[in-house]
């Protein structure tokens, strides 16, 4: 089933007006883990409309960013070689970054699927194709040990989407390229669909 895109807004720094109810992410420089963590929390205090000394962040056992006090605020971030992309939202969100000129394509990582897809869009696709995946990989909460139970393809409109195999959750993709060379894709996910 091909969901919408997530409705996101891509602020480019922390002091940007946040659109209320829609799922942020924020570029920002990585000054290391202290620095992310900080700005994670600043946003999500700004997220929720409380002081920024009242959220508190931790990571949760598979190193995912919570918000303890706050469990229906859901929390995601990538960071590669001096930027970093932090996410919010109301529904489990992943987002993840890379670089446009990855190098080579690691076949051997890729779903059969997704390999056949690769073969006929030309090894330039596959960053955005590995960010769609990470991002829907954290969304889901299966890391890259799942990254078995989920394929990504397009549709016949050449949109990204997702089949997460394990779990049937409706998933909503969206990519931009907020800097050039880079790849930005977040992945939002509904709860699961139960037959009719």
């Known amino acids: 089933m091909r969901r919408p895109p997530p409705a996101f807004h891509l602020l480019r720094d922390l002091e940007e007006a946040l659109v209320p109810g829609r799922t942020a992410v924020a570029l920002v420089p990585d000054a290391g883990r202290p620095a992310r963590v900080a ?26 960013p919570i918000a303890p006090a706050h469990p229906a605020l859901h929390l995601s971030r990538s960071s590669r070689e ?65 990254a078995g139970t989920v394929t990504v393809m397009q549709d016949d409109r050449g949109a990204w989407i997702v089949n997460d195999e394990a779990g049937g959750r409706p998933l909503s993709v969206a990519t931009a390229e907020p800097v050039e060379g880079w790849v930005l894709a977040v992945v939002t996910a509904d709860a699961p669909t139960s037959p009719d």
Do not use: Q, T, Y
């Open 82 to 146: 001096g930027l970093c992309a932090l996410a919010i939202a109301a529904v489990p969100v992943g987002v993840d970054l890379e670089r446009r000129d990855s190098g080579e394509v690691p076949w051997n990582v890729l779903a059969a699927p997704e390999a056949a897809l690769l073969r006929r869009l030309g090894p330039s696709a596959f960053p955005v194709l590995w960010a769609v995946k990470e991002a829907a990989l954290k969304a889901l909460g299966a890391g890259l040990a799942g």
């Open 39 to 64: 700005a994670h929390a600043r946003l999500a205090a700004r997220w929720l409309g409380c002081a920024e000394g009242e959220m508190v962040l931790a990571l949760d056992p598979l190193g995912r």
